[in-house]
Every structure is written in C-alpha cells, then in structure tokens.
C-alpha cells in the first residue's frame, strides 16, 4: 500500500475569506483535528460543493498506484485499483514553495498549484520533511 506524504481530517472554518474571485471556484480555510495544520484550499465547487463546517479527509501522495510505485504521469485506462478510487475529489499538481517557518511564527509552509488551483498549508516543520520544491501531487479528498 502506498504511504501518504499527509493525511488528516479537516474541518472547514471560513469560505472565500478573501471575497469570492470567481464563479465556480472556492477558497476554503480549514484546520485539521490531528496535526494542527491550517490550510487555504482552492477547490471547484460546481464539481464538489462544500459547507462552511463540513469536515473532508484529505491526503496528499506523490502517486496514485496503491503500491507505491511513481506512475508515468499518462492517463492509461485499466482495471487495475488505484488511490483516487477511495476518495471523491482529486486533483494533480506540483508544489512550488517551501518556507522554513522563520517568520511564521515557528511554522513551515507548504504552496502547491493544481492546474492553477492554489493549496497553501501551514504547520509544525517537522511535518514537511518529505516535501521537495516542484514534487508532483495528488491531493484527494472525501467528506466525513
């Protein structure tokens, strides 16, 4: 089975909290209950509505093969079972910034861009060890 980079359950606190830019597009702000991480999420709400206090599973992973292995960045069809299949939402994308937490008050920060799609996650340091500038991901969600 392949190991996430993260996985937490999220609740969401705020839509667009900076006003609403485009139609079929929300901002969501979100905490997470396990590792206290908060998040900024762009996420195509005509495609996958969400509430203000709804709460989502959401993982990120560098693959979407159950075994781990790197897929070829190509959509082939098969039959074979793969992570998206578990979740409802899934996005790919690349992470473009990584910020030690100096200035955050002690917190690191993680940016990634999903086809123009923005994540912004903060939180413990300790927790984006395993992030490299321009690593692919796949960021999957489902409610709870």
Wanted: glycine content about 6%; charged content about 30%.
């Amino acid at each position: 089975m392949a190991e996430f980079l993260f996985e937490d359950v999220f609740k969401i606190d705020r839509l667009n909290p900076d006003g609403k830019k485009f139609d079929k597009v929300t901002r969501i702000e979100a905490k997470s209950e396990k590792f206290d991480m908060f998040m900024h999420l762009d996420v195509n709400t005509e495609v996958y509505p969400l509430k203000e206090g709804e709460k989502f599973s959401m993982a990120l992973s560098p693959t979407l093969n159950e075994d781990g292995t790197p897929d070829s960045a190509y959509f082939t069809p098969s039959n074979r079972k793969t992570l998206a299949d578990n979740y409802e939402y899934v996005m790919q994308g690349k992470l473009f910034k990584i910020s030690e937490g100096k200035g955050h008050h002690g917190k690191a920060e993680i940016d990634a861009s999903f086809g123009g799609l923005l994540m912004m996650m903060k939180g413990d340091p300790s927790y984006f060890k395993k992030y490299e500038l321009d690593q692919r991901l796949f960021l999957l969600m489902r409610k709870v």
